[in-house]
């Protein structure tokens, strides 16, 4: 409902798009959480009123359009190299907010070394990571992050330790760089997970914004598209499985009040 | 006048994009290209620029898109084998019409080769080494002054087409030492709206190369074709002795430099031989190559590689007069006594291919 509409009808208005949400309707699949993480990265814009000073750099993956969504400067990245994009851009323009947005193939695939060198040189750039263990984007091949005993389209009797790897535990070792200022993990399947999510993406955002360094968001989430599962068995998961192996949590937080 | 310094060649594609006001250098080592990152690491930070030593030619490159989409004169460098890694960021580059020079000081291949100077990237280089169907301009300079100057160029080309720009030199361009005379940069970079830099006072922008939608991707081809026929309008090249030759060589960068040497040669001993050099070799100066062949009857191809340039000039020639070729693959750097010997041979033999 409208805050016109909600004046209207003398109701007190609790939640609305954010301003930096265009007002368009979303291509994602139905109960993918793009959408959500997308709205979350929002209202941290409108939060902070840095629409004006975000150039975003956007991956490849199923959030490539999100310039499509956020009505902010966006420059598309080659896959995985977004961190490397959002380094020229923000040693370019330093007082300019600058995030990247992107998967678990496009961060600990293809852009493994880009994603650990742009932590560790520290650089004052904030990263939205969206692990939903799969390559949504391409139909659902295997990632990096893809659980043990999953099946994908290309682990099809299910991913085995032997050979193929056990999934890589992205905020722990990021945590593990010195460069790091700030790095959480969070999922968006429930009110209790959301209102952690959103108070992590505020603290991400500060970070830069304080020129603290270095923030990374590990946002688990679902993609029931390729999971080949229903909207609520896939958010299920989310809290479930996925969360027993990527456990949630805040992983390092440089600038965190001290408690004596 | 100005100043005039004894630096090597890679220095002065430093000073050149210094001068043209590059504020942003990210790159990789590798040889026979150090002295570029080398320079700028020290002159860079002097400025309040940013020199990034990346972890990677692809990292570099990107962070060169990022850095150029915001507007900035930005500028990345290596030799052969990086700049096969770099292909991707400059198909990018060219897709979503981001302004970038680009240096190879090319190395010889295939695989990891060697440090010899080497023209074997040629093809790579004029046909742009990566996906979709794009082109980016290539200046191939012969001296360290023009290392300067041509980089120089570089940045203004980029800026005018929005499109990345390559300078194409070797190992022996890269390290030869030689005086360079410092010409002031006086042109105004252009305004460039289409920047990225926050979307204060404005509507919000992106720079992409995705058009899913039907039809778009065919007129953004279409629309990058016209602006590519519009660069052809930049053929540079340059003529020595070539009045009355009856044969004219062609050749561009360092074995170009040697043969004025030959062709010194070969006019004492009383051989009526010129030189076509291509400064451009994207695009390639097909009319003088064309008017040259009308003018002398016969065209010889020289090259450090086993024949890339060739094709272009037979394209450009047309079957209209005969073209021979000599060839120095990489691993000996011919004297100008040598190709005078070759060129000699090849007009005993008479006739072209
Ligand atoms: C160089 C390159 N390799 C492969 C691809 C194909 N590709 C597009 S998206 C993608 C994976 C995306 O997965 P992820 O990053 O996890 O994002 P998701 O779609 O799951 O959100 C791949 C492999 C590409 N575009 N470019
Ligand atoms: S394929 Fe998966 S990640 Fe992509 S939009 Fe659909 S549900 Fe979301
Ligand atoms: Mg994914």
């Not at chain 1, 992050?145 to 009797?157: D, F, H, K, N, R």
């Not at chain 2, 170009?256 to 009383?270: H, Y």
């Not at chain 2, 062949?293 to 000039?313: F, I, K, P, S």
Request: aromatic share 8%.
């Amino acid at each position: 409902m409208s805050a016109q509409a909600a004046r209207k009808k003398d109701m007190e208005l609790v939640l609305d798009r954010p301003q930096s949400l265009k007002d368009v309707p979303w291509h994602f699949c139905p109960g993918c959480h793009h959408g959500v993480i997308h709205r979350l990265v929002a209202e941290q814009i409108d939060n902070f009123g840095v629409r004006e000073k975000c150039v975003a750099a956007a991956s490849v993956g199923c959030s490539v359009f999100l310039y499509d969504y956020l009505d902010i400067d966006v420059l598309e990245s080659p896959h995985g190299r977004a961190l490397a994009v959002a380094t020229g851009i923000k040693r370019a323009l330093p007082d300019r907010f600058v995030f990247t947005y992107q998967g678990d193939g496009d961060l600990a695939a293809i852009g493994t070394a880009e994603s650990i060198h742009a932590a560790n040189r520290g650089e004052n750039i904030t990263v939205i990571f969206v692990n939903n263990a799969v390559y949504g984007m391409t139909g659902g091949q295997m990632a990096p992050t893809t659980l043990e005993g999953q099946v994908t389209t290309t682990s099809p009797y299910g991913r085995q330790a032997d050979g193929m790897g056990l999934p890589i535990r992205m905020a722990e070792v990021m945590a593990t760089l010195e460069g790091a200022a700030f790095v959480t993990r969070v999922a968006v399947d429930s009110i209790k997970n959301l209102k952690k999510a959103r108070a992590a993406m505020k603290r991400a955002f500060e970070y830069q914004i304080k020129g603290w360094g270095f923030s990374f968001v590990e946002v688990l989430a679902s993609c029931p598209t390729n999971w080949k599962m229903t909207p609520e068995a896939a958010n299920a998961r989310v809290g479930g499985e996925m969360a027993a192996y990527f456990p949630l949590g805040t992983y390092k937080d440089k600038h965190a009040p001290k408690a004596d | 006048m100005a100043k005039r310094v004894m630096v090597k060649g890679n220095e002065a594609v430093a000073m050149g994009a210094i001068a043209a006001g590059c504020r942003f250098y990210f790159g990789y080592p590798i040889t026979p290209q150090n002295e570029i990152p080398e320079y700028m690491s020290a002159e860079l930070p002097k400025l309040g620029g940013t020199f990034i030593q990346a972890e990677s030619e692809v990292a570099s490159i990107n962070m060169v898109l990022g850095a150029a989409a915001t507007g900035a004169r930005v500028m990345t460098s290596s030799s052969s084998p990086g700049i096969s890694l770099k292909q991707e960021g400059m198909s990018y580059l060219c897709g979503s019409e981001i302004p970038a020079v680009i240096v190879n000081m090319s190395r010889s291949g295939p695989g990891l080769g060697g440090i010899h100077p080497s023209q074997g990237d040629y093809f790579q280089a004029t046909r742009g080494g990566g996906h979709g169907d794009y082109r980016t301009l290539v200046l191939a300079p012969s001296t360290a002054q023009e290392n300067y100057d041509l980089t120089m160029l570089a940045f203004d080309l980029a800026d005018k087409y929005r499109n990345p720009v390559m300078v194409l030199g070797d190992a022996l361009l890269g390290q030869i030492k030689e005086p360079v005379e410092l010409k002031p940069y006086r042109k105004k970079p252009p305004a460039k709206p289409w920047a990225l830099t926050g979307c204060a006072g404005r509507p919000s922008q992106l720079l992409k190369s995705l058009y899913l939608a039907d039809g778009d991707l065919t007129v953004h081809n279409w629309n990058l074709f016209k602006k590519y026929q519009k660069m052809r309008q930049e053929a540079r090249h340059e003529l020595y002795r070539a009045d009355d030759a009856e044969v004219i060589l062609v050749a561009f960068g360092s074995v170009a430099r040697i043969l004025r040497t030959s062709v010194d040669i070969l006019r004492d001993k009383g051989k009526k031989v010129g030189l076509l050099r291509p400064v451009t070799v994207y695009p390639f100066p097909d009319e003088a190559v064309r008017a040259a062949a009308q003018a002398a009857g016969r065209l010889m191809v020289l090259e450090l590689n086993t024949g890339q340039m060739v094709e272009d000039v037979r394209l450009a020639v047309e079957g209209k007069a005969p073209v021979d070729f000599y060839g120095c693959p990489p691993g000996t750097i011919p004297t100008p006594e040598d190709l005078a010997r070759e060129v000699e041979k090849m007009w005993r033999k008479g006739g072209g291919r």
